[in-house]
């Protein structure tokens, strides 16, 4: 099962995106420093990104990158993981970079953004 420690927030949706359910994670990053760059105010959450289990749902849709083995894009839903692409996400797929992932996300920890250093 392919699946990365990340960092990111946990978001309250709007009138705007509340497709999305009460809350939907963003910003995710590898290092904790970068996520808090987003929101210095938030805390930031230890997360695994991880493929689905058979059955279970999920809106959010990971890049799997071969080069380096790992999840590098997380986005809430698949056209804006496309967005990532400048030929969109089947031409990556094609030269053979990667592959689109629907995911689950996992909260491992919440960490404190004062304790987070820039």
């Given at each position: 099962?392919?699946?990365?420690?990340?960092?990111?927030?946990?978001?309250?949706?709007?009138?705007?995106?509340?497709?999305f359910?009460?809350?939907?994670?963003?910003?995710?990053?590898?290092?904790?420093?970068?996520?808090?760059?987003?929101?210095?105010?938030?805390?930031?959450?230890?997360?695994?990104?991880?493929?689905?289990?058979?059955?279970?749902?999920?809106?959010?849709?990971?890049?799997?990158?071969?080069?380096?083995?790992?999840?590098?894009?997380?986005?809430?839903?698949?056209?804006?993981?496309?967005?990532?692409?400048?030929?969109?996400?089947?031409?990556e797929?094609?030269?053979?970079?990667?592959?689109?992932?629907?995911?689950?996300?996992?909260?491992?920890?919440?960490?404190?953004?004062?304790?987070?250093?820039?």
């Open positions: 099962m392919k699946e990365t420690m990340m960092y990111c927030h946990k978001l309250k949706t709007t009138k705007y995106n509340s497709s359910g009460e809350f939907y994670y963003a910003d995710f990053f590898h290092i904790p420093w970068a996520t808090k760059q987003h929101d210095k105010t938030l805390p930031i959450l230890r997360v695994t990104v991880r493929e689905l289990k058979n059955g279970e749902k999920s809106i959010y849709w990971g890049w799997w990158d071969n080069k380096e083995n790992q999840f590098i894009f997380v986005q809430p839903a698949r056209f804006i993981l496309g967005a990532c692409f400048e030929y969109g996400i089947d031409a797929v094609k030269r053979g970079s990667g592959k689109d992932h629907n995911v689950a996300i996992d909260e491992l920890e919440e960490l404190n953004p004062k304790d987070v250093k820039l």
